[in-house]
């Protein structure tokens, strides 16, 4: 049974139809692939720029251009599917599961007529993809591992800036840093490490620079004054805005002296995750790449419990892979009994979480080799700052 694959999306917001034709447009187009061959259908205002972009072997379709190919009267993406349909003799076709249901209706609802009024009696059958639409995603080409590297140096330029401050901030008497004359709060920071990744070309959003106890919930982005002595947890995942690719860091500081519960943690962190680090390779499971990590941290005496009303100690998963999105395949957690592959770009960050003091979590990122890893992150690991 033949078959045609589609997708309509704004592919700055739509991974699978960035990877699929290699185009960033804010703006919906469609993509579509029978019988061999791949087309994009775009607007006037954007022809150009898809004709450069587009990945090699996908045809660049105007308006006007895919209604005399597709033979229809309507400039309609209905239309234009009914009628690529009609032309193929393709009448089954997939697409992911976030195209929209009203997009789907209305080409159920194509009576598919010929420019001459004459209609096939076919009916198109479209259905949701199951599974991924592109899993070609999953294993990183060598272009898109050196576009995730240099992400991942966006977001080290972002650290860099943040430690810069915290080193050169003072200790104001009621316990705050003070940077330049103004308190360092959680607020100010995230500016400061957005505004450096946007110099270096990328772009952030819910960057993550949470004190105190705010750590020990891991999606706290954090707010207000931060105190010495504390640990900080800085969490950065900017977007290339070049490539679309995504970088992912964490480190954790604290400025002054970090109490003893603060300092055995993040050596049972640290050992966890170079543990992780060197046992990563292909084959390797992602179910026990987390099991061993939690096996460390176990060791030095950090227990979890997710089933306390406000749970703690290793309470997420080790990773999970990174590229077009910032969470996508593969994961490394005990839902996940699929053996790693080289290819694959995974984050491997363990944390611990205690409300009664806060968290720690160090996060690299990495793309598994041959024969073990190539760490995307170079930026050092250490607690305190004077």
């Not at 993509?31 to 972009?53: D, H, N, T």
């Not at 009609?86 to 697409?95: F, L, Q």
């Not at 330049?180 to 450096?196: F, K």
């Not at 805005?241 to 500081?253: I, K, M, N, Q, S």
Request: with cysteine; charged share 25%.
């Amino acid at each position: 049974m033949k078959k045609g694959r589609f997708c309509f999306a704004a592919s700055e917001n739509c991974a699978d139809l960035l990877y699929l034709s290699g185009f960033s447009a804010p703006d919906a187009f469609l993509w579509l692939e029978f019988e061999g061959q791949q087309f994009i259908v775009v607007s006037p205002l954007e022809y150009g720029r898809a004709c450069s972009q587009a990945k090699d072997g996908i045809r660049v379709l105007s308006y006007e251009e895919a209604k005399k190919l597709f033979g229809i009267k309507k400039l309609k993406i209905s239309q234009i599917i009914a009628g690529a349909a009609r032309i193929a003799n393709v009448w089954n076709w997939e697409t992911p599961g976030h195209c929209p249901l009203s997009l789907v209706e209305a080409i159920h609802k194509t009576n598919l007529k010929t420019l001459d009024g004459k209609t096939s009696g076919k009916k198109i059958s479209i259905k949701a993809f199951k599974g991924d639409f592109c899993p070609g995603r999953a294993v990183k080409t060598a272009d898109e591992a050196e576009k995730l590297r240099q992400a991942e140096n966006i977001a080290q330029a972002g650290l860099a800036r943040a430690l810069q401050i915290i080193g050169e901030a003072k200790v104001a008497k009621n316990g705050n840093l003070r940077w330049n004359g103004e308190y360092v709060t959680s607020e100010m920071l995230q500016g400061e490490i957005n505004a450096e990744i946007a110099r270096n070309g990328g772009a952030a959003t819910g960057t993550i620079v949470a004190h105190g106890i705010q750590g020990a919930f891991p999606h706290n982005t954090g707010e207000g004054a931060i105190c010495a002595n504390e640990p900080i947890v800085i969490d950065i995942f900017p977007r290339c805005c070049a490539t679309g690719y995504f970088g992912d860091l964490t480190r954790t500081v604290v400025k002054g002296k970090a109490s003893d519960i603060v300092k055995k943690a993040f050596e049972a962190v640290y050992d966890a995750q170079r543990t992780v680090l060197q046992m990563l390779k292909p084959g390797v499971k992602g179910i026990d790449a987390h099991k061993k990590a939690d096996e460390v941290m176990k060791s030095h005496g950090f227990k979890t419990d997710l089933t306390n009303e406000t749970p703690y100690g290793f309470i997420h998963g080790l990773g999970h892979g990174v590229g077009l999105e910032i969470h996508e395949k593969p994961s490394l957690n005990l839902r996940n009994p699929d053996p790693l592959v080289a290819g694959n770009v995974v984050t491997i960050e363990p944390g611990l979480y205690y409300p009664e003091w806060g968290g720690i979590r160090i996060e690299d990122m990495a793309m598994i080799t041959e024969d073990g890893i190539d760490n995307f992150t170079s930026c050092p690991v250490f607690l305190e700052i004077e």
